[in-house]
């Protein structure tokens, strides 16, 4: 029994060790590009500043274009799940050299994805673009806003879409992205001739942004 045991330990012990651990820069880049993405959904900007340059100095020291240009497109996703500025010319600079998964997100975010491309993107954002009505599958909120927000400025975002993204940014607490897609709201409401409904998100938005009403 002791024997058994013994060996067990040792193949366990192996099967670890086979596993190579992620260089410290990955590590160090990754919860850096978390923590911006965070940091900027909540208004923190200056935090989210300093993360997001932590971030690129990680990824800088290996000088691989392709994970350079990650991290850029992170960047830019996640101001596009705020619905803000979808331009990204840290990557376009990055583009030539960067690999095709790269090149292909890019587009994606750009809007000029090629539907022969779709299979390289990541598969939420894949998922989403093939059924826009998958969009409520998607478990992570970060995943779930772009996909709508892309779907939104594509005119493919479902009926129930912009709902979706406001309670997601809600629960998640981001306050960038819930003021964006509740004024959104707010601009379908009044477009609808809706003055109960506009007025209950302008309710809602004034509690966001700390006046009383």
Known sequence: MKR???????????????????PDWLLRADAARDA????????????????LALARAAVRQTGDASAMARIELHACAVRMAALAAADCPAFAELADDAGRREQVYGAYLAGHLDNADIGLLPEAQALAWRNPAALKELADPLSR???????FRSNRLPPDGIAL???????????????AWLTLERERRQRNGDAEGTAAIERRLARIVGERR
Do not use: N, Y
């Open 36 to 51: 911006h993405a965070r940091f900027w959904m909540e208004g923190r900007d200056k935090l989210a500043d300093g993360q």
């Open 165 to 179: 993204a406001i309670d997601t940014a809600s629960a998640q607490g981001w306050r960038r992205p819930l003021l």
């Open 4 to 22: 058994a045991a013994l060996i067990l330990a040792v193949s366990l012990l192996a099967a670890c060790a086979s596993h190579t651990p992620p």
């Open 145 to 151: 806003l772009l996909a709508a927000a892309v779907l």
